[in-house]
């Protein structure tokens, strides 16, 4: 699986655009991105995910860079409530039958401030 | 509603017993999985089945042990094996085509006192 490299923490004011980065220069090119996301004591909860096209749903959009090596969560207005850990992870190539382990790093630590 | 239901939420053990977690979901997915997390970690696949009567390790399946005898459960045993069982423990579910668009439960935390 590509490994992926995502900033520790990061902060963000209240009613202001979140952009989450992610790197995975390894990526293969049948290989998705996923986000996911995690508020303190929960389990992760289901974001977005996509392959090589922007990806717009209710929750975020998913910015995939050309070359596939990097993407950005972009939450377009968050609230106190999106304070969570937020996870980028690139899915097991489906045709090497590794695609149901998702692996899940250590992610971005998102604090949203007043 | 449909859902992943983890139990107990929190559960505390001696050491040299083993405990059972159990896992549930109504949600017809083939795919079951089960995840630890330790403080300030992310996640670590245990075991995962993609069908019933069939499951296979994760990246961290020694001292435990699963069964999947019906499609909507799922338990996780932790062996005296498990050198440290002390964690948050994680339940999921995916359709399997769709293999990375997982639902979790709401968690067990184990501690071994």
């Known amino acids: 699986d590509a490994k992926t490299t995502q900033p520790t923490s990061m902060d963000c004011a209240e009613g202001r655009a979140a952009n989450l980065p992610c790197n995975h220069s390894?990526?293969?090119?049948?290989?998705?991105v996923y986000w996911y996301r995690q508020i303190h004591s929960q389990g992760p909860q289901y974001i977005i995910h996509?392959?090589?096209n922007n990806e717009t749903n209710e929750m975020a959009s998913l910015i995939i860079t050309e070359d596939r090596k990097s993407s950005t969560l972009i939450l377009p207005h968050a609230t106190l409530r999106d304070t969570a850990v937020y996870y980028c992870?690139?899915?097991?190539?489906?045709?090497?039958?590794?695609?149901?382990?998702?692996?899940f790093g250590t992610g971005t630590r998102l604090q949203v401030t007043l | 509603d449909g859902g992943i239901t983890q139990s107990p939420k929190y559960l505390f053990r001696k050491e040299g017993q083993n405990v059972t977690l159990s896992c549930e979901q109504n949600l017809n997915h083939d795919a079951m999985y089960w995840y630890r997390q330790d403080p300030g970690q992310g996640l670590r696949l245990i075991y995962y089945s993609q069908i019933v009567n069939d499951f296979q390790k994760g990246d961290i399946a020694e001292g435990y042990s699963v069964s999947r005898e019906k499609k909507e459960s799922f338990p996780l045993t932790v062996t005296s094996a498990q050198k440290n069982p002390t964690a948050f423990y994680l339940c999921a579910s995916s359709i399997v085509v769709r293999a990375g668009e997982l639902f979790f439960g709401e968690g067990s935390r184990l501690t071994v006192l």
């Open positions: 992870i690139v899915r097991g190539d489906p045709f090497t039958g590794t695609a149901s382990k998702l692996t």
């Open positions: 390894t990526i293969s090119g049948n290989e998705y």
């Open positions: 996509g392959l090589k």
